[in-house]
């Protein structure tokens, strides 16, 4: 190819001749079949660029531009390189070469990359100045650049080009709306430019403009104001908005006039009123969808007041919710109703069965927009209800929204310290069914709250452990690597609330069952101190037992005797006939007996052999941890071994009266420390605890840090000195160890087998040794849509109502701490850029001094272009005027002064702060140092003219 | 504003890019993919949202079309109403099928520079500025027709018959 004879340093004349074209490469590139060919291909392509892009030649630059930008915009392939070669060619006076090159550089320019654009500052200023031999084709895609790329001192310095094609008033200007589109950039990049391009802005919104200008320019105000922190230097605007929002035909110009509006209710509330009716109106005829759905919006966002108009909009949505044919509506009217939030659930309500019908949708994201529509109305009388509902439904449902289902379950049950929540010991048992659910993968939150209810609500502790009972009995669960979160959590909650259990004894089985070795370590040592917990709680209570042997003895008798009765009983029952009241009593002194056995089971759980047993299992199965390679582990299982050995040097099994107890003091002194050692409550501690405690007097804190770091350095201590010190010992016998390890569990799984053969399968189709246990619960295949419909409308009728009965329980105590959490997000918002509100306080000057002219960019703009604004300002001037008279003939003009008069130290005290803003800026930004200094100036010469005193131009249209 | 217009084969290949705040190559390569992720995932006749916090930063919103092979995406953010923005990809469309009669993927893959002008006369800036076809379609033939009757003044480069002159 010609490439092949070409010199690569200096494009020739083949070059010229024989150049591919960008269809040549576009097609190249599709006919090479793999990733590699391709890679070629554009490599080629790449090359022939490098070369061809040097071209002196105009045409064959521009070829070789264009299929550079072809290649970075669709193979993201970097051309910042090139930039220099676009610019070349912007002079070019046939028209593709700068429009190419004008592509080009929009696509791939912008400050932060490209700092070439200031030298194109002439050549843009000529290809939008006005003139015959300009066509729009060249000024639009300058106007495009400029947009997209400028930076903030191109902006400035070409703010005023822009101004003949804004202020065009012929319709027949198709610059005019790209012009606004641009300045709106120029404005957000620079806002310095407001006092000359905002008037322009302003302009365009009336009746004489081409309608083109004025949608654009509504779009170019709408961004601003929605954009702004503050939007209160666009309310002098809102007669103007008001007008378009009257007359427009256009339904995009309404749509965003209405944004405008919602935006402004929230600060002048006389918005909201003068507004509602032509809302209204278009909410009942609009036909468009787009512009009854903004209505909405506006309705939920600002006229909640209005009931009429909330009802209308309620209307709507019922009309979006039942179009069957289209899920955006159906997906934008359940968006809508989130909207309204818990005051008007009755919104909801009357939607309630397409509500839950939408949760079964197969769209994802319409049942998504319905969970959140459910749970915004959760309240505490119907969420027993929903929630036992949403769970169960999760079970059937696909992985994914499964895991949303419990995710938004959990966090609005926990939402506020459980405020729903009246019934706790239903919730305890709710998250023990729900981490059930085959796709559970919410382990992180569920733990916390299991732990956190075992700490705040004492009430709730006996049903949290029956629950972590059921769950680390279960030998199926401990393969789930979703679920070791909450199992940790489950054996800190019978380690710490073991006096609540029936069974302790059974809990430490649980704990030390064989396939706890596929847990993390993290949870394996958790494991390993709860069952130190339940072993010193268990050998406290045996002690306890005989101290309290006394009575237990006569405790006893009364057993004997009530078990004699209870055999009479039944004696009496198989011999007499039966009455009634005989059977009544009958029954009674079964329940009584029930307790009596009851108690009698758990008192004999401390017997001698019952303690000795414990601790051979603790021997047997913690013993191999005390060699674990992680330390939290080895560490934990020593403390237990330790704790073995104490109790086993007491020789309790000798002790059979209460007297032996006190000759032996030395068990009464290790119960009395470990009493003490686990008495303590633990409690939930406040996320500012921190803050509070106050630094002692004479405590530097931040000082003499760096010497520590010199201490450290100088002697060579790392981290990995404690592992190696783990290491230590058992290191020659690791080989050992594993091996054991490896060969004992199965004893122990054979054993654990044949007590809890409940939990394991049938032994033909199970391999003890692997790990593929069965899941959790069988996982239901998923159920095709329609047959899930019916059971969803099956759902309990009056799911969502919120019942109005009283609830029968009384909510237990939550334990609560002061609320400071709130201090967190409040500065949040205060650290937002302050561009903005330097732009809003540059518009604000210029709306609200609008007789002033910015004086600061005369210099730059030529004399007659002046004059022509003066014209301008005036006549708007009058027309400002006109329209105050006729706003004030709305109502009464005491009303209007009184605002008026309000609104004069308000305005002020907002320059102030716009200055601050702006002083504060300067100190940040060096870079534009120099025309902060200038524009302060200005500013300082204004400051003078401020105290005259002058009715601003804010009329109240309101009135 | 609109913060970026994504035309896109099923197959993930990007047939017109057009982001309206700056982004690096790498940055675009990586929210093109994660787009089509997410497209590529939804079934049809669902609904023509995605809310695309994750991908284009927090309050943005992706409203796309699926037509024959290609992605029509649209990202915008709260100043634009949804189903507005829905519209105006049927804009996209209908002007594109009536510039290239009966608009097929391969249309836009070789016409490149001509997309972006047609575009560029709808969104401007992320600023939408026209949304009838038919003006649309009447200021890009203007433009062809300006382009056309500049390079046909000189069919022969200039240069060649320059070089030749020397």
Partial sequence: ?959 | MIRAVIVMNTQGKPRLLKFYEFQPPEKQQELTRSVFAVLSGRPDNVSNFVEADAIFGPGTRLVYKHLATLYFVFVFDSCENELAMLDLIQVLVETLDRCFKNVCELDIVFNFNKMHTILDEIIFGGQVLETSSERVLKAVEEISRLEKSASSVSFVPKSVSGRFGR
């Avoid at chain 1, 940790?488 to 710490?496: C, I, P």
């Avoid at chain 1, 009464?892 to 130290?905: A, F, L, T």
């Fill in chain 1, 1 to 959: 190819m010609a490439a092949t004879f070409a010199s690569s340093s200096s494009p020739s004349l083949i070059d010229t001749l024989f150049q591919r074209s960008l269809d040549d490469v576009i097609r190249a590139l599709r006919s090479s079949s793999s990733a590699a060919l391709e890679a070629a291909a554009i490599a080629r392509a790449l090359d022939e660029i490098r070369r061809e892009i040097r071209s002196p030649d105009l045409d064959t630059k521009v070829v070789a531009l264009q299929k550079l930008t072809y290649l970075a915009s669709l193979h993201h392939f970097d051309m910042s390189w090139a930039a220099f070669h676009a610019l070349e060619l912007l002079p070019s006076t046939s028209l593709p070469h700068p429009r190419a090159a004008y592509l080009a550089a929009s696509l791939s320019f912008h400050p932060s990359s490209t700092d070439l654009l200031p030298l194109a500052t002439h050549q843009l200023r000529k290809h939008l100045a006005p003139s015959p031999s300009n066509s729009p084709a060249l000024a639009a895609p300058a106007l495009h650049l400029l947009a997209l790329a400028s930076s903030p001192n191109l902006a400035r310095h070409l703010a005023p080009d822009l101004l003949p094609i804004l202020s065009s008033q012929s319709s027949s200007n198709l610059l005019r709306p790209k012009a606004v589109a641009t300045a709106l950039r120029a404005l957000a990049v620079c806002p310095d430019a407001a006092p000359i391009l905002f008037k322009p802005l302003v302009e365009c919104l009336s009746l004489s403009s081409d309608p083109r200008a004025v949608s654009a320019a509504i779009g170019a105000f709408c961004e601003l104001a929605l954009a702004a922190p503050d939007p209160s230097p666009y309310l002098p605007l809102a007669p103007e908005f008001y007008r378009l929002l009257v007359d427009s035909r256009n339904n995009w110009v309404t749509i965003k006039v209405l944004k405008i509006f919602s935006r402004l209710a929230s600060l002048e509330p006389r918005v909201a009123a003068r507004i509602v009716d032509p809302v209204c109106e278009l909410l009942r005829c609009s036909p468009a969808k787009s512009l009854v759905f903004e209505c909405i919006r506006t309705v939920f966002s600002s006229l909640l007041d209005h009931d009429a108009a909330v009802r209308l909009a309620v209307d709507k949505i019922k009309e979006f919710l039942a179009s069957d044919d289209d899920p955006n509506l159906r997906y934008l009217g359940l968006q809508a109703l989130n909207m309204l939030g818990p005051a008007h659930s009755w919104a909801v309500e009357d939607s309630r069965e397409v509500v839950i019908q939408a949760l079964n949708d197969t769209d994802t994201n319409i049942r998504r927009e319905a969970l959140r529509l459910i749970m915004v109305n959760l309240c505490d009388s119907n969420v027993v209800d929903i929630c036992n509902m949403l769970i169960k439904y999760a079970i059937k449902s696909d992985p994914e929204f499964a895991n949303e289902i419990i995710d938004s379950v959990l966090a609005t049950c926990g939402r506020n310290v459980y405020e729903l929540i009246v019934d706790f010991d239903w919730y305890v048992s709710l998250l023990g069914e729900m981490v059930r659910n085959p796709h559970f993968a919410k382990g992180d939150e569920t733990e916390r709250q299991l732990v956190d209810i075992g700490l705040r609500v004492r009430d709730a502790r006996p049903e949290l452990i029956h629950v972590a009972r059921n769950l680390l009995i279960d030998p199926a669960l401990l393969g789930n690597p979703f679920l070791c979160r909450v199992l940790s959590a489950a054996a800190w909650v019978s380690g710490e609330y073991v006096e609540f259990s029936r069974n302790p004894l059974e809990l430490v089985e649980a704990l030390l069952q064989p396939r706890t070795n596929l847990l993390p370590p993290f949870v394996r040592a958790v494991y390993v101190q709860a069952v130190f917990k339940i072993l010193a709680y268990s050998f406290i209570s045996f002690i306890e037992q005989i101290q309290a042997g006394e009575s237990l003895a006569i405790g006893n008798s009364l057993n004997q005797r009530g078990k004699q009765e209870g055999s009479d009983l039944l004696a009496a029952k198989s011999s007499s006939d039966q009455n009634n009241a005989f059977e009544i009593g009958h029954g009674v002194a079964t329940a009584d007996n029930a307790i009596l056995f009851d108690s009698i089971e758990k008192q004999e759980i401390f017997k001698h052999e019952s303690i000795s047993c414990l601790l051979n299992l603790i021997e047997t199965v913690v013993g191999p941890l005390s060699e674990c390679d992680e330390v939290e582990v080895q560490e934990r299982a020593r403390n237990v071994l330790g704790l073995v050995l104490i109790i086993r040097g007491t020789q309790f099994w000798n002790i059979e009266e209460e007297h032996e107890l006190t000759r032996d003091n030395k068990i009464t002194k290790i119960v009395e420390l470990m009493e003490a050692a686990f008495s303590e409550e633990l409690g939930p501690v406040s996320t500012n605890a921190q803050k509070r405690v106050s630094v002692p007097e004479g405590l530097i804190l931040n000082e003499n840090l760096s010497d520590l770091l010199d201490i450290l350095g100088d002697d060579g201590i790392s981290p990995c000195a404690s592992v190696s010190f783990s290491f230590r010992n058992h290191h020659p016998t690791e080989t050992n160890k594993d091996s054991a390890s490896a060969i004992e569990p199965n004893s122990l799984l054979s054993e654990h087998r044949k007590r809890h053969g409940l939990y394991y399968l049938p032994m033909d189709n199970d391999k003890s040794e692997s790990n593929d246990y069965p899941c959790a619960s069988e996982p239901l295949l998923p159920v095709s849509h329609g047959e899930d419909t019916e059971d969803i409308v099956k759902l309990p009728a009056q799911s969502l109502i919120p019942e109005k009965e009283k609830p029968t329980r009384t909510r237990p105590v939550v334990i609560r701490l002061d609320e400071g959490d709130g201090v967190l997000s409040a500065n949040l918002a205060t650290a937002r850029e302050s561009k903005h509100d330097l732009l809003s306080g540059a518009i604000r000057d210029v709306l609200l001094r609008n007789e002033k002219k910015p004086s600061s960019m005369h210099e730059t703009s030529p004399p007659d272009r002046t004059s022509q604004r003066r014209e301008n300002d005036a006549c708007e001037n009058s027309e400002l005027i006109s329209q105050q008279k006729e706003s004030n003939s709305f109502g009464d003009r005491e009303h209007g002064n009184s605002s008026s008069r309000k609104s004069r130290p308000h305005h002020k005290e907002r320059i102030e702060s716009s200055e601050q803003n702006e002083e504060k800026s300067h100190r940040h930004s060096g870079k534009s140092s120099r025309h902060h200094r200038r524009h302060k100036h200005r500013q300082r010469e204004d400051a003078p003219l401020d105290i005259v005193p002058q009715a601003p131009v804010i009329q109240d249209f309101l009135l």
